[in-house]
């Protein structure tokens, strides 16, 4: 899977956009883009993740860029519960072996501040 | 339902005690994992049970012995343990087949002290 890099804090005004960049300049034409989150001792969980089009649900928007080296996940509107350690892993989505490993890099600690 | 439960949330357990940690879920994923998670770490996987068979093991030493007696349900048995494996055990579940996607949902973790 590629590495990817991100910046290990960041702050952010309550009901602000928190935007939270990652670069993947290694990765792979068959490698997603997928954000995960945890808050403060709880377990990880799922936001989002995209291909090569930009993606949005109800938790957040992902805009890659078009030659896909980096991504950046937005939360529209920051709440003080979006304090969280964020992170953006980049892997295959085919089946089989080690295609089920979910390498979690050091992540952003996002601090929404009120 | 997107929910994977685990239990028990804390346990303490001295280095001769034998003991299991629990996790369910019924998404009807076949693919389940434990990961363990020391403190200020990102988490780091130990094992993955696809279709209630072992798939993967990330060379973790043999006091670990999990366990997927079927598709709901995995155990994570504990034996002999060292302080240093004292951390957060985190449970998760997908789908077998990574078919554009296949995210991993988490349970809230078993904190595990080990004196």
């Known amino acids: 899977d590629a590495k990817t890099t991100q910046p290990t804090s960041m702050d952010c005004a309550e009901g602000r956009a928190a935007n939270l960049p990652c670069n993947h300049s290694?990765?792979?034409?068959?490698?997603?883009v997928y954000w995960y989150r945890q808050i403060h001792s709880q377990g990880p969980q799922y936001i989002i993740h995209?291909?090569?089009n930009n993606e949005t649900n109800e938790m957040a928007s992902l805009i890659i860029t078009e030659d896909r080296k980096s991504s950046t996940l937005i939360l529209p509107h920051a709440t003080l519960r979006d304090t969280a350690v964020y992170y953006c892993?980049?892997?295959?989505?085919?089946?089989?072996?080690?295609?089920?490993?979910?390498?979690f890099g050091k992540g952003t600690l996002l601090t929404v501040n009120p | 339902d997107t929910e994977v439960t685990q239990t028990p949330k804390h346990l303490v357990m001295g280095m001769t005690n034998k003991k299991s940690l629990k996790c369910e879920q019924h998404?009807?994923?076949?693919?389940m994992y434990w990961y363990k998670q020391k403190a200020k770490k990102p988490p780091e996987l130990m094992f993955v049970y696809s279709y209630e068979k072992l798939s993967i093991n990330e060379s973790v030493p043999s006091r670990f012995s999990p366990e997927c007696p079927n598709s709901s349900l995995l155990n994570l048995h504990l034996h002999a343990l060292q302080p240093e494996d004292s951390a957060l055990y985190l449970c998760?579940?997908?789908?077998?087949?990574?078919?554009?996607?296949?995210?991993?949902?988490f349970g809230p973790g078993t904190r595990l002290t080990v004196t």
């Open positions: 998404m009807g994923h076949r693919a």
């Open positions: 998760a579940s997908s789908q077998a087949r990574l078919v554009r996607g296949n995210e991993q949902y």
């Open positions: 892993i980049v892997r295959v989505a085919y089946s089989g072996g080690s295609n089920y490993k979910l390498t």
């Open positions: 290694t990765i792979s034409g068959n490698e997603y």
């Open positions: 995209g291909l090569k």
